[in-house]
């Protein structure tokens, strides 16, 4: 299935050819509100798309802006919503905390609506310690669509923006995301093959709690990890609190086994090692 994102950059008369879902700007921070919104959103009704909302985060002020966003968005029941995680037009960016809690904030407020996570390759490696993405993840890499360089189940990849942000998603149909989005029980041929809740790890404790002359809990956490994963081969009698050259070699087996962690295969786990052995 294809879609495109528009914003007030496009006109509410944009081209719904070969178009399946249409996800709309609704509203940034705690004040800008996209006025084109609700016309390009009937635009895509009556082209029979399915349709989506999403508010832009800033930093700060989250509930505020959850509260902002479901007032100004002119989401109807089925629609769904979705929170852009990046860089803001200042530089500044809303932390990982901010992005979980202003989703949970979200689908409080808005109970029956499914509310999913937008966040490019780049912070979803490397800035996202949780892996939260509510009720899906919607991933932007610019590669072949379908093929985004993750390993995170996902949703929906947004694969170019030329001519303009256009996507795939992983629906059989429109009848499919609409009962997806509805959030009635789908058929088993029209389930979306990701709409299965991720398990969230444990928050990373900092890489100061791991490496030579380190002995801490933390430690013999991230052994009994990496041997219920199958990396525990270098282990004579068993992962214990203080660090080993087994810990090491055994942490280096799992990060050389995924490609995202190649370039870093140091043996000594990171945010991202960490995230990755947790999943």
Not at 29 to 48: I, K, L
Not at 73 to 100: F, P, Q, Y
Not at 204 to 211: Q, V
Request: glycine content about 8%; aromatic content about 12%.
């Amino acid at each position: 299935m294809k879609g495109i994102d528009v914003s007030a950059y496009q006109s509410a008369t944009f081209s719904t050819k070969s178009i399946d879902f249409v996800f709309v700007k609704a509203t940034e921070g705690r004040s800008y509100v996209n006025s084109r919104q609700s016309a390009q959103a009937a635009h895509a009704r009556d082209a029979g798309c399915v349709v989506g909302f999403y508010h832009f985060l800033w930093p700060g002020n989250i509930e505020e802006q959850a509260r902002f966003f479901v007032e100004k968005c002119a989401s109807r029941e089925g629609d769904v919503l979705a929170v852009d995680w990046e860089n803001t037009s200042s530089g500044t960016r809303a932390s990982c905390a901010e992005k979980d809690r202003f989703t949970r904030a979200v689908k409080k407020l808005r109970p029956t609506h499914k509310v999913i996570l937008y966040v490019n390759r780049d912070f979803w490696l490397n800035r996202d310690t949780t892996s939260y993405a509510g009720d899906g993840l919607w991933i932007a890499d610019y590669v072949p669509a379908g093929k985004p360089r993750i390993e995170a189940k996902w949703l929906i990849h947004q694969y170019t923006d030329k001519p303009q942000d256009t996507n795939v998603a992983k629906f059989a149909s429109r009848a499919a995301m609409k009962t997806w989005a509805a959030g009635r029980a789908p058929s088993k041929d029209d389930e979306p093959a990701d709409d299965k809740p991720k398990p969230t790890p444990p928050p990373f404790p900092g890489r100061d709690k791991f490496g030579p002359g380190k002995k801490n809990r933390y430690v013999q956490q991230w052994g009994q990890q990496l041997v219920k994963k199958g990396f525990g081969k270098h282990y004579r009698v068993g992962p214990s609190e203080e660090w080993t050259d087994a810990d090491r070699l055994n942490t280096r087996d799992l990060q050389l086994a995924h490609k995202e962690l190649k370039g870093d295969a140091d043996g000594l786990p990171g945010p991202l090692t960490w995230r990755i052995a947790f999943s």
